[in-house]
């Protein structure tokens, strides 16, 4: 195993495992090593298959000790897809520590910015903000605003890089004004045809992907009733939706666990996780931003006109006014799949039954 | 008809109390008697999920007790059984939503008009645990052949016997693995036995399909290859007053023992 570290990159080889297995195993001892931790990951996975959440729970590991997933090389076709529909960066070159020195420096960067936010004052914006992702682009942006405080050294060499391209550039249009056929000339097209290929395999990869979808139905989770047909009318709104309108709404900002209640007389707002187990009781409507295993009931004063929704319907019950409907019992999830694809459902009352409907279908 | 209250306790959690339960309940509703379990762990409910019940469940057992509906329609029943009823436990409270006095009068209603009521005591041998007893006349302690286990146990012996209403209590030892009591790594029946100095009800050998069995939310009684799955029937035929003689658990493992045992050649220690 290798862990080559420049300063504030890691990168950790593991191309010579063979399963997926291997690579939790191997990963969970490398991230017990302290040197891990509060580092940008370039992870080295040989040729495992992994599929997207597999590779979901190996970014949420490195998550986990404050690093994060920077660059992914992989020989496996099936790994690269997942990690471009997680959106890592691939880099199927062999890694290069010496290349990723240019990081550290402005790593270096953003945390003498951040010290010297926090001499100045506003501690409590971030504790506001809950991911790492959110504080780094803010110090980014406030990185270029304040760069001048910032040694000349650093300043230097930042100004070098970009003085180089421009020069390039100029170059480059002289090189085209003079010359119809140059080494400038050549370089060129090259380049533009990379990138036009790597489009093109990125647009197929999509494709494919669209195709899959369509042959799996991507909704094979929640509560499936095989919709007849229904004559879905046309939103008119009524007295009592407009009454569920005018209601006040509460917002949650957190996860619902087994057990927890949330009782409020109007409508409901959650924005995280239900899990199965938690109930959530509103006269109004429902609205899960995230997943809603648990039992909702929506309407509960007797609003028939009142709506359950979420990004991901896996309730075991839901209830709307006087009507219930259960899960069926060949749909059998203990636990709810952690997914990036969601299909946002809505439940509501359509001829005296409760009906499942995709939101993106309207 | 004055049906039978029986609970069903161990003291330590983890044991497989509610697996137990489950198991028992549907092999007795299977030989034809009508059988109603009631989950008393509040807050922590699983006996729903063992039986594939959790998205049928509207009243629970706190519903009951606070007259929000009625005992029959709070009694969830199961798929396939229309013996089995389930009296489940509510989720989103903790055990002193229940009293015993109110447990007692459910159980008394329920006895006249179902033939076994078997209640799932919650771990620990505080108010769930005594809120869990008072209604039951017999007792089934569940342990495994580990020293903690058979310590709590012996715990739960003593406060069964100090209950005047416990007319009898049986141990059951869960999870009992022969291979390891053969290399002298785990106590043996007979140790538990002597120790707790009890009467035994069942043996119940570890068996992996008890863990695909819950995930599945089906009792393993409904699997006929299951040797867990026998050793709780003849629980059941035991709790009926059958004689059945325990299940050989050691059953040979290698091709070559089975020959052994065939020709009745006892296989080597």
């Not at chain 1, 990951?41 to 597999?54: E, F, K, P, T, Y």
């Not at chain 1, 992989?74 to 520590?97: C, F, H, W, Y």
Request: a negative charge; one cysteine or more.
């Amino acid at each position: 195993m290798e862990n080559k570290t420049a300063e504030n990159t890691y990168l950790i080889d593991l191309s010579y495992t063979k399963t997926p297995a291997d690579v939790v195993f191997e990963l969970s001892s490398v991230i017990e090593n302290e040197a891990a931790c509060n580092k940008k990951v370039i992870l080295n996975l040989g040729d495992v298959d992994l599929n997207q959440s597999q590779l979901l729970s190996i970014k949420s590991l490195i998550n986990g000790i404050n690093s994060s997933l920077v660059t992914l090389s992989t020989k496996s076709n099936q790994t690269q897809q997942a990690a471009m529909a997680l959106g890592i960066v691939l880099d199927n070159n062999e890694p290069r520590p010496e290349a990723a020195q240019y990081v550290p420096m402005t790593e270096h960067i953003e945390q003498t910015v951040l010290e010297t936010e926090t001499t100045e004052d506003i501690p409590e914006e971030q504790e506001e903000i809950p991911t790492d992702n959110a504080s780094l682009i803010e110090s980014d942006s406030e990185n270029e605003e304040k760069t001048e405080d910032i040694e000349e050294k650093e300043i230097e060499e930042e100004l070098n890089k970009p003085i180089i391209e421009e020069s390039k550039e100029e170059e480059i249009k002289s090189g085209l004004d003079t010359l119809y056929e140059g080494s400038d000339g050549d370089v060129e097209p090259v380049k533009l045809g990379s990138i036009f290929d790597s489009e093109q395999k990125l647009e197929k990869l999509f494709e494919e992907q669209e195709s899959k979808q369509d042959e799996i139905p991507p909704d094979g989770i929640s509560v499936k009733i095989e919709i007849p047909d229904y004559d879905i009318p046309e939103e008119e709104y009524t007295e009592e939706d407009y009454a569920i309108m005018e209601m006040s709404t509460k917002s949650y900002k957190q996860t619902v666990r087994s057990g927890q209640v949330v009782n409020y007389d109007g409508n409901v707002v959650i924005i995280g996780d239900c899990h199965p187990g938690s109930e959530i009781i509103a006269s109004g409507d429902i609205t899960v931003w995230g997943v809603l295993g648990g039992i909702a009931h929506a309407g509960a004063k007797g609003n028939k006109k009142a709506r359950i929704r979420a990004l991901n319907l896996n309730a075991i019950q839901l209830r709307i006014a006087q009507y219930y409907a259960r899960r069926p019992d060949s749909i059998n999830i203990m636990y709810a799949e952690k997914t990036n694809t969601f299909t946002p459902e809505e439940a509501r009352i359509l001829n005296d039954n409760i009906v499942i409907l995709r939101l993106n279908d309207k | 008809m004055t049906g039978r209250v029986i609970v069903i306790t161990s003291g330590k959690g983890g044991v497989g109390k509610t697996t137990t339960s489950a198991n028992i309940g549907t092999a007795l509703a299977k030989s034809g008697a009508k059988v109603v379990l009631i989950d008393t762990d509040i807050g922590l409910r699983n006996l729903d999920l063992l039986l594939g019940l959790e998205n049928r469940i509207v009243y629970t057992l706190v519903d009951v007790v606070e007259e929000r509906c009625k005992l029959k329609q709070a009694l969830v029943k199961d798929k396939k059984n229309p013996n089995l009823c389930l009296l489940a436990a509510a989720q989103t409270r903790d055990k002193t939503a229940v009293t015993a006095e109110q447990l007692k009068e459910i159980c008394e209603e329920l006895q006249e008009d179902y033939d076994f009521i078997l209640v799932d005591c919650p771990a620990g041998i505080e108010h769930g645990f005594q809120t869990a007893i008072s209604g039951a006349s017999e007792a089934i302690v569940v342990t495994t052949p580990e020293m903690s286990a058979v310590r709590d146990a012996d715990r739960i012996i003593g406060l069964l016997e100090a209950k005047e209403e416990i007319k009898s209590y049986k141990l059951l030892i869960n999870r009992v693995r022969p291979n390891l009591i053969k290399a002298n790594d785990m106590m043996s029946v007979d140790d538990v036995v002597d120790i707790l100095s009890c009467n035994l009800i069942g043996i119940i050998p570890e068996d992996t399909g008890i863990i695909t069995s819950t995930n599945r939310g089906e009792p393993i009684v409904n699997d006929e290859n299951s040797l867990a799955g026998k050793a709780y029937k003849n629980v059941a035929l035991r709790i009926q007053g059958e004689e059945v003689p325990f299940l050989d658990i050691d059953e040979p493992h290698n091709f070559i023992d089975k020959i052994k045992k065939f020709f009745g050649i006892k296989a080597k220690a």
